[in-house]
């Protein structure tokens, strides 16, 4: 046996088992869902296998015509696509502060931002709710100050997203945030010295040195944070159930409650690979558009 | 030998002081309680079933009963009544008991029971110009517009959460709507009888006599209550105690129970048939064992240990009788209403459908849908979920039919 064929033979040897890992914990699950989506798999099936039946594409089909389907489809873009932007660019914003020379007790800074990262969820939307709470809640106290609201904040279907979307915003751009510090310390000094040389201002430093210096993070954030937000899940399981009249049901919600609380798996693992498609479309789509800034 | 039993939620720290009583009875045996919250309970049940890890026994709310006999999870216990002295179904609350019965065989034996009922605010119903609460819907609405027209701004008759199934459901029934139509094939809510139910529930929310509001709309609803928010609400047993609890002195005293009031008076003013049972899971060894417990549980003297411990309403009339719960001032209410309960359709996709309701209910409280489009859509949505039953059924009876024929046959 020659060195090389050895050589790649233990490098199969070594990667064995986390293949193995992967295909029996995740490949052999993704594979047994997928082939559960053509089935009627529900609560009378698990009392007798011969209670499911072979649909084919019909689960599929009554998905897209259930008007829940569509309106959680709605919703998770509605998410993704307003709170995603917002959560980089106050993460953008909270990582220039912190890290601006001006600012001390940087340290303390960085923690206290990144704090509600790291915070139980459930805890924080207990403390959320009397925020926007619509009779005693400080936000809507606040409001009235510059004698706005009342808003309902959480029982209304207009309001409800909106809020739900502040709260994520707050609980994860400290993620974002030291993930920009980092790419913004690595950004060469002789950079923005050159640039002053040549008469640049603040502005122009940030628009033609800073942010095209951290066009990788963007897309590793951007991309991370999208994934994560079209996941939208926790936040209105604990706070609003995904009412009022649906307003806050996303994609998993939707998944969670026919496969879990109902018990019809077929539904559930159909709507799981239609979020599939959807994650995987959007990522193609920001991996597209990066290569051809790039 | 061990028996497993898991309890729901706060009724599992009563249980396991009545365990210990039962242990000393039975020297050898260890009865192990689970405690489970209420809101996991269900699919923790389903997944142990799924991964064969089922307790011995367990606690089950009676409108899941139908559910886990159509997976084939629960032992029927109708050879265990037949022998005992101390399980008679004589002894228990008709309506109750019947709700776990399915198809005519015993799955359940019920432990507390539960239905929903009026707490209202005796000072502001007496201001109104009542000394009593009335007993026909008519004489109902009058005593809100009154409570209404002397209210102030923000201040209601009634709190009816708008994300709960059970008031137009408890409405309906009053109407004498059966829900389902067909044996449980079909949804039955755009006829007439639920139509009419559904108008008058949907009109105290038009007329202003309710807010539009679910229970995340209110934060502190025993504060709201004694603010006078609402004069109202319609709720279960376990507020009793809460109210006691929570309300402030000089509340109380000022608040009473009330059976619910019907269409055409009192009779007609049913209610939930709710409350939790006893289970055997068919999985168990030690079934003789579990039932020997539930005996023990049953027993007059140790339900009434646990109403003391935990506040639950006993479902056997004669421990009522014995405690004098029966003219309890709170309590009364529930002794009357608990003789006028009925069961949900027992079919296990109930507490789907109810999920419909509440869908179609907020459609129409909340985005101004129709009625009659609001009851439509309801029975189309109910109608699908209801899609493999009827399959199910169809299935069942033509395979009936096949083994008839070929019987006859030969």
């Known amino acids: ?294 | 030998m061990t028996i497993r039993f898991w309890a729901l939620g706060a009724e599992a720290d009563a249980v396991r002081t009545l365990a210990r009583d039962f242990e000393h009875l039975h020297p050898g045996v260890t009865v192990e309680v689970q405690q489970i919250p209420w809101t996991a309970a269900h699919e923790k049940l389903i997944t142990a079933y799924v991964g064969d890890a089922m307790p011995d026994m367990a606690q089950l709310g009676n409108t899941w009963v139908p559910e886990f006999v159509a997976i084939g999870a629960l032992t029927p216990l109708d050879s265990f009544t037949t022998h005992s002295t101390v399980v008679d179904s004589a002894a228990y609350f008709p309506g109750i008991w019947a709700t776990n019965e399915i198809h005519g065989v015993l799955y359940a034996v019920p432990w507390y029971v539960d239905t929903r009922l009026l707490f209202y605010r005796k000072d502001i119903l007496a201001r109104a110009g009542y000394d009593s609460m009335p007993g026909t819907w008519e004489g109902w609405r009058r005593a809100m517009e009154a409570i209404r027209s002397r209210a102030g701004p923000r201040q209601y008759a009634i709190f009816l959460p708008t994300n709960e199934w059970n008031q137009p459901v408890i409405f309906g029934m009053q109407e004498g709507s059966p829900l389902l139509a067909d044996d449980g094939r079909y949804g039955a809510f755009s006829d007439s009888s639920f139509r009419r139910a559904f108008t008058f529930y949907l009109d105290l929310y038009r007329s202003g006599l309710a807010p539009v509001a679910g229970y995340n709309d209110v934060a502190n609803i025993y504060q709201e209550f004694t603010r006078g928010t609402y004069a109202m609400w319609i709720t279960g047993p376990w507020n009793i105690g809460e109210f006691k609890r929570r309300l402030p002195d000089s509340m109380q005293g000022k608040w009473a129970t009330a059976p619910l009031p019907g269409p055409t008076g009192d009779s007609s003013g049913v209610s939930l048939a709710g409350g939790s049972s006893f289970v055997i899971f068919r999985t168990s060894p030690h079934q003789a064992l579990a039932w020997s417990f539930i005996e023990f549980l049953s027993q007059p003297a140790q339900q009434l240990k646990f109403y003391q411990l935990s506040g639950d309403l006993p479902s056997r009339e004669d421990a009522w009788h014995a405690s004098g719960l029966e003219t309890d001032v709170y309590a009364h209410a529930f002794w009357v209403q608990l003789h006028r309960v009925r069961a949900t359709p027992k079919v296990p996709e109930w507490e789907d459908i109810t999920s419909k309701v509440i869908d179609q209910s907020e459609a129409a409280i909340r985005g101004g849908v129709p009625v009659s489009r609001a009851l439509a859509t309801l029975d189309r949505d109910v109608n699908v979920i209801l899609d493999k039953r009827r399959w199910l059924m169809a299935r069942d009876s033509s395979r009936l039919a096949d083994s008839a024929r070929s019987a006859a046959a030969q």
């Open chain 1, 1 to 294: 046996m020659t060195f090389e064929a050895e050589r790649s033979r233990a490098a199969r040897l070594f990667i064995l088992p986390a293949v193995a890992l992967i295909a029996l914990f995740f490949l052999l699950p993704v594979l047994a869902a997928f082939l559960l989506s053509f089935t009627d798999f529900d609560i009378y099936a698990i009392g007798n296998l011969a209670n499911a039946r072979i649909v084919g594409l019909h689960n599929y089909t009554a998905l897209f015509a259930n008007p829940v389907f569509w309106t959680a489809v709605k919703n998770t873009f509605y998410f993704a696509l307003v709170g995603g932007p917002l959560t980089v660019i106050v993460s953008l914003g909270a990582a220039l502060l912190v890290n601006a020379r001006a600012v001390r007790f940087k340290g303390l800074f960085r923690t206290i931002y990144f704090v509600p990262f790291v915070t139980t969820l459930v805890a924080v939307a207990i403390v959320w709710r009397y925020l926007y709470h619509p009779q005693y809640g400080l936000l809507n106290y606040m409001l009235g100050w510059f004698g706005l609201g009342p808003v309902d904040w959480l029982g209304d279907p207009r309001w409800a997203m909106p809020a739900i979307i502040l709260l994520a915003v707050w609980k994860n751009f400290g993620y974002n945030m030291l993930i920009f510090i980092a790419g913004l310390q690595s950004v060469p000094e002789e950079l923005y010295e050159a640039a002053r040389i040549d008469g640049a201002g603040a502005v122009r430093q940030f628009r033609n040195v800073t942010l095209p210096m951290l066009a990788p993070t963007f897309f590793f954030v951007g991309v991370v944070t999208m994934i994560g937000y079209f996941q939208l899940f926790a936040e209105p399981y604990v706070m609003t159930q995904g009412g009022p009249l649906k307003a806050t049901t996303s994609l998993v919600l939707f998944m969670y409650t026919e496969g879990f609380r109902w018990w019809r798996m077929g539904n559930a693992a159909a709507i799981a690979f239609v979020l599939l498609l959807i994650i995987l479309a959007w990522t193609l789509v920001q991996l597209r558009l990066e290569r051809r800034r790039a």
